[in-house]
């Protein structure tokens, strides 16, 4: 229908008309590619807003160029989500930094606070590639600036997602920087967020707020050592995977197993539970099951990682090599994915892994030869 009117309302006759279908049909094509796994529809509607903004000048329409480079900021942040390395969200950033020229909080305060959201988003979906913390740290600052228009008696729902979102940027800000400071501020980020959300009303928002305190829980338990903060993290995930199902939401569903594994993985190495590392490996066998590598490659190379580590430490406790064979085979896969889309702060820790997964391996198989010998000679 969009095409149709598109081809009637010509840019020469229409130019109003027209850009405004070019940045209506942006947001179909938006929509439909969040949908999809591939980047066809995602990049249609990034040609497709900056059509309209050959027509929506900031000094010709100003709200409406604004509208626009803030459209044009979340369809670059997905499609950079899913293309190999950082340029795409560069620009995501870069089109809502535009759009923040223009909306300013004087004259439109909600606009403002959004875009800054908006913002902090694609910087946290950037520092995820990057090893710097640069990224999250503005995510940090920008999430505080949107707060203080998106309050909870103003916008609670909006609040309770900004609440969310900078909950996210402290927690991978504190587990970089092995800070608890920042960690216990990420767990009031969330909990803030949890008291808006309720499980009745929005129960998908609920279960990620769950999934994310789970998170700081986690990182904040390994970093003290301390398994209290763990066994309530195995908490949060177990509560949230009963509203989030493998039907309605197959990738939050997979990453609450992958963090449900490191959860258990890092309470065993504190309690010496006796499953607990192979239950670990199971959850992580679990998600990647509804991980695909063609579906979401990041975060199928996270899990890969993860089982990887499971699996060293179960064949550091064995006498044989199988469980490290297999665990320096999820490190290979994941440095694969990790070299290809240049998430560097994963690829170094992935790496490390590798190394020293081929390390053990050397050093076993070093000790099987005297025994090799021993046994050919009788």
Not at 136 to 162: D, G, K, S, Y
Not at 330 to 351: E, H, K
Request: with cysteine.
């Amino acid at each position: 229908m969009l095409r149709g009117l598109q081809r009637r309302h010509r840019r020469e006759s229409s130019p109003l008309e027209w850009a405004m279908l070019q940045n209506n049909l942006g947001n179909a094509l938006r929509r439909l590619g969040e949908r999809e796994t591939g980047t066809d529809r995602v990049a249609e509607a990034v040609a497709a807003y900056r059509e309209a903004l050959s027509v929506y000048t900031r000094p010709r329409l100003p709200l409406e160029w604004a509208m626009t480079q803030n459209n044009l900021g979340a369809a670059l942040r997905l499609l950079g989500e899913r293309e190999p390395g950082a340029a795409r969200l560069h620009e995501a950033v870069a089109a809502y930094r535009e759009a923040l020229q223009e909306y300013r909080p004087e004259r439109m305060p909600l606009d403002w606070a959004m875009t800054l959201h908006n913002l902090g988003a694609a910087l946290c979906s950037l520092g995820e590639r990057e090893a710097d913390t640069k990224a999250f740290e503005e995510a940090v600052t920008v999430h505080r600036q949107a707060l203080r228009v998106r309050t909870r008696a103003r916008t609670p729902l909006e609040w309770a997602l900004t609440q969310a979102t900078l909950g996210h940027a402290l927690a991978t800000l504190g587990e970089r920087a092995g800070d608890g400071r920042i960690l216990r501020e990420a767990s009031a980020a969330y909990r803030e967020a949890l008291s808006e959300y309720r499980r009745e009303r929005n129960p998908l928002e609920w279960a990620r707020g769950l999934g994310g305190l789970g998170n700081v829980l986690s990182s904040l338990g390994e970093l003290e050592h301390d398994p209290r903060p763990l066994r309530e993290a195995v908490a949060a995930y177990r509560q949230a995977l009963r509203e989030v199902s493998r039907a309605t939401a197959r990738l939050d569903w997979a990453m609450l197993h992958n963090n449900l594994g490191n959860a258990l993985a890092r309470l065993n190495e504190q309690e010496v539970h006796g499953d607990g590392m192979i239950d670990a490996a199971e959850c992580y066998r679990e998600a990647l099951g509804e991980c695909p590598h063609a579906r979401a490659p990041l975060q199928w190379a996270i899990v890969r990682n993860n089982l990887g580590g499971a699996l060293l430490r179960l064949g550091e406790g064995e006498t044989g090599t199988s469980r490290l064979e297999a665990a320096l085979g999820s490190f290979n896969d994941a440095t694969a994915v990790f070299m290809r889309t240049g998430t560097l702060y994963y690829l170094g820790r992935c790496w490390e892994n590798r190394e020293r997964a081929l390390g053990v391996l050397a050093e076993r198989r070093a000790a099987s030869r005297p025994r090799l010998r021993a046994a050919a000679i009788l």
